[in-house]
C-alpha cells in the first residue's frame, strides 16, 4: 500500500551511507549518522531500537511516513470490519515505528464530499502526511482531487475496483483497490440456496462470522478479496468486474495497454 514511499526511503539509505559520520539525520534531537551506525554496530536491528538507543525520530516525526485514514460510515458494520481488517496490518507497523499513525476518521454515509472536506483538513493540520488508506474508492477519488489541489501526489488506496478507481490506478494517482468477484459471491449464494431448497444442509458453509445484532455466530461462505494493483489490474476486467469499453476510453487507451489489459 505504501510500496512508494518505502522505495524512496530504501533510497534514503543508499544517500545516507555516503554521508560523513559527523552528518546530522534527526534535527530535533541532535542525532548524526555516527550515533545510528553506532547503534546498529551494538546490536541494534529494528527501526524501534534504533530509535529507543538514539532518540532519533522520536521528536516530531518528520522523518517517518505519517500515514492518514479515512473510515467508511460509523454506522455501517462493513466499515467497521474493513477497518479491523487493515489496521491488522497497519498497527503492528505504527507500533515498531515503521510509519506514524496521523489523522484517523469515519466519513458519514460514505459521503464523497464530506470525504473531501474531512481529508483537507487533515492535510492542513497535518501538511506531513505520507500516505492516505481510504475505505473506497468513491472518497478515494476525493482525497485525490484534495491532493492534485496541493500539487501532491502520495499512495491513496481505495476499495471496490470501480472504473473511476482503477482509471486512478492507471494514473498512478491510487496505488491500489479491493476486487471482489461478484460472480463467486452469486455462486456460492447459489448452491447455499439449492441445498436449503432441498432440504440439505450445506456443506460448503464451512466459516463463520458473527452477526452485529445478534452477536451470534452465523455459518458462512467467504470468498477472498483480491487486491489490485497496476500489475494484476486486467484481473477485474477478465473477471468481468469492469468492462474494458469503460474503463480503457481514449483518453486511457495508452495506459491500458502498457497494463496489459485484454
Request: charged share 15%; proline share 5%.
Amino acid at each position: 500500500m505504501l510500496e512508494e514511499d518505502l522505495t524512496a526511503c530504501q533510497l534514503d539509505v543508499v544517500v545516507l551511507s555516503i554521508l560523513p559520520d559527523e552528518a546530522q539525520v534527526c534535527n530535533c534531537n541532535g542525532v548524526s549518522k555516527g550515533r545510528i551506525v553506532s547503534a546498529v554496530q551494538a546490536g541494534c536491528r529494528t527501526l524501534k531500537s534504533v530509535c529507543d538507543a538514539t532518540r532519533a525520530a522520536t521528536g516530531c516525526g518528520s522523518c517517518k511516513p505519517m500515514v492518514a485514514e479515512l473510515n467508511g460510515a460509523p454506522t455501517d458494520n462493513n466499515a467497521t470490519l474493513f477497518a479491523q481488517g487493515y489496521n491488522s496490518v497497519l498497527d503492528p507497523l505504527y507500533a515498531n515505528g515503521t510509519y506514524v499513525k496521523g489523522p484517523n476518521q469515519s466519513v458519514p454515509d460514505w459521503d464523497n464530499t464530506q470525504a473531501g472536506t474531512i481529508f483537507e483538513q487533515m492535510l492542513t493540520a497535518n501538511p506531513q502526511i505520507k500516505g492516505v488508506l481510504v475505505a473506497n474508492d468513491g472518497m478515494a477519488n476525493s482525497v485525490i482531487a484534495v491532493l492534485k489541489k496541493n500539487k501532491l501526489q502520495l499512495p491513496v488506496t481505495g476499495q471496490d475496483a470501480t472504473v473511476q478507481g482503477l482509471q486512478h490506478i492507471l494514473d498512478g494517482d491510487q496505488c491500489m483497490t479491493v476486487f471482489k468477484d461478484t460472480k463467486k459471491e452469486a455462486d456460492a449464494a447459489s448452491q447455499l440456496a439449492i441445498a436449503l431448497a432441498k432440504g440439505q444442509t450445506p456443506t460448503t458453509a464451512t466459516q463463520t462470522v458473527t452477526d452485529p445484532q445478534t452477536k451470534q455466530p452465523v455459518k458462512s461462505v467467504l470468498e477472498t478479496p483480491e487486491a489490485i494493483t497496476k500489475a494484476n489490474i486486467n484481473d477485474v476486467v477478465s473477471a468481468g468486474g469492469v468492462a474494458k469499453a469503460d474503463l480503457c476510453t481514449a483518453a486511457y487507451a495508452a495506459k491500458c495497454t502498457a497494463a496489459g489489459i485484454q
